[in-house]
Each structure stands twice: as C-alpha cells, then as structure tokens.
C-alpha cells in the first residue's frame, strides 16, 4: 500500500429512486495498491455507487472520502486523481480515436505532450488512432474508454464493466494491465458480472447485495470458507454416500451436482478430500472422479441466492 489512507471509503451511503432503494447505508474501504472486484447481481446499487464515487449523483446521505480526504461536489478538484469509465464510454463519432482523447484530455487538467499516443499505445490501439470513432468494434470502443480514464495517470480507476465486448484475448491483455496498474501503486476498482475473471484478477472483492455490502476480504479468505469437493460414485450408491458424507461434514454441506444424479457436491475445505475419499471407499463406495477447489461464483450465489 502506498499509503495508510484508503483509496476509497464510503460510511453508510443511502440512495433511493422513489420508493427503489439503490444504496442502504452502504460501507467500503478499499485500500491503495490493489485491484479491487466489486461484484453483486443487477440491481444491487454496483453503477450507483460508482456514479456516487465520481459525483454524477449525489447520495441522500453518507459520507465519502478519496485518499483519506471528504469528497463531496464542492471537493471536485479530487476527481483530477480519477479515471473513470461508468456504463458505456461517451465519443464523437466522427472523430478519430486520437482526436476524441485530444478532446476528453482539454476537458481536464492539462494533458503532457505525446500522453495521448502514450495511452492509445498502452492500450493497444495506436494501428487505429486515426480511424474514426464510427467505425470502431465494440472491444475498440471499451478500450478507447480505458483509455480516456487513464490520460492524467491518476492514482485511481473506477472501471464498469471494462471487459465488455472484448475478445478472450483482449480481456487476458486487460488483466496484465490492470496487474502492473496496481504493482506500479494505483488502485483499480473494478465492477464486473464476469466472475472467473475477477477470481484470477483481483486482490480484494466486495459483494453486495440491495444496496449493502454482504462480504468483503481477499480473495483467499473469501474462499477459504467456500471450499468444495465434487465426487462422483454409482447412482444407486448415492444415498449411502450422502449419508456418510453428511455424517462428516454436516447435514447441509452435501448436496447433488448439477451434472448428474452420480455426481455429489460437498461444500469442506479441499485439503478433506483424501479423508473423505477414504471414507467412502473403506465403506465400499468407489469414487470414480474427485475433483477439489474454491468456487467465486458458488460464493456469490449463495450470498445473493434471493
């Protein structure tokens, strides 16, 4: 961490459209150097928090401090720490991408000479600077957003979705960005429905849920409580392995596997597997396949299961 100050910290953040609460009382801190994954289901208050963050709204109470200092509308002058790229990035068609960055860059603090090149060729778009805009891909347009978040080199990125329309290649070139971002000490805070991504991306996740934080940590601890073991025996062996099975681990950590009525589904710690598959085949159970690991997205469903 660069600092002891948080790059980002909100305190009981509310926000309601009507009689639709987006926010209720939400709190994050999100530290400095870290790409940080916040995740929850549509709806969950993910955009309005961000828009929030860059003051394209305001909350109906709750605080909010960048870089340890409160940040309200009157505070814009944090905002020049920002880069931000909030639902879909805003463009001139008929401009090129290199003129649509000159423009974006004279909005804001002033932009050094060649940064605008610089960027466009960080983020792999320096073959097609001179085309226009119009006739950009959808992957294309999300990195010229990128792009334009990153101009001022600020210390902080709040990207939405930034892996939208981009191809398994690009999203993989996305990720080692965003990892010598953070090495380099930026913070990159990061919303996405795109959950084994953020499993090999991130360094901390926050999920929320209406509009609250309902789980927050590294990744390792997360999913350290999220352990499970697949196993596969003979179907008509299945009840008598549940029932040994739950015996070990509880009455509610078996389950059957959507793959097939063979297949069951143990929510332990993986480091259980080889006692469990002794278990079974001690009491005559063979175990043709076993497979053991940590699952983002089971966490994330049984968090937001509603």
Request: proline share 6%; no cysteine; charged share 25%.
């Amino acid at each position: 961490m660069a600092s002891t100050a948080a790059a980002i910290r909100t305190q009981g953040l509310r926000k309601s459209y009507g009689s639709r609460i987006a926010l209720d009382g939400l709190d994050l801190e999100v530290p400095q150097g870290v790409v940080y994954g916040f995740l929850g289901p549509n709806g969950a208050g993910k955009t309005t928090t961000m828009r929030v963050l860059v003051g394209l709204i305001r909350p109906d109470a709750g605080r909010v401090e960048l870089f340890g200092e409160p940040y309200d509308r009157s505070q814009r002058r944090l905002l020049h720490r920002v880069g931000a790229l909030i639902e879909q990035p805003a463009f001139l068609p008929y401009l090129s991408g290199r003129d649509n960055l000159r423009v974006t860059g004279a909005a804001g603090p002033p932009v050094p000479a060649g940064r605008v090149d610089e960027v466009l060729d960080f983020i792999g778009l320096a073959d097609r600077a001179r085309d226009r805009y119009g006739t950009y891909s959808q992957g294309m347009r999300q990195r010229l957003g990128i792009a334009a978040a990153l101009l001022n080199d600020p210390p902080l990125l709040l990207l939405d979705e930034p892996a939208n329309g981009l191809d398994p290649a690009g999203i993989a070139d996305l990720r080692q960005t965003f990892r010598n971002l953070a090495a380099s000490g930026k913070t990159v805070f990061v919303s996405s429905h795109i959950l084994p991504e953020i499993q090999q991306l991130a360094d901390l996740v926050g999920i929320v849920d209406r509009g609250r934080l309902v789980r927050q940590g590294s990744l390792r601890e997360l999913l350290a409580g999220s352990g499970q073991l697949k196993l596969r025996v003979d179907a008509a062996r299945v009840p008598e392995a549940t029932a040994l099975l739950e015996h070990a681990v509880g009455a509610d950590g078996v389950r059957l596997d959507g793959r097939g009525p063979e297949w069951l589904t143990v929510a332990t710690n993986p480091e259980r597997a080889g006692e469990l598959n002794r278990l079974l085949v001690t009491s005559g159970i063979d175990v043709s396949s076993l497979e053991a690991g940590s699952d983002l997205e089971q966490l994330f469903l049984s968090l937001t299961e509603h």
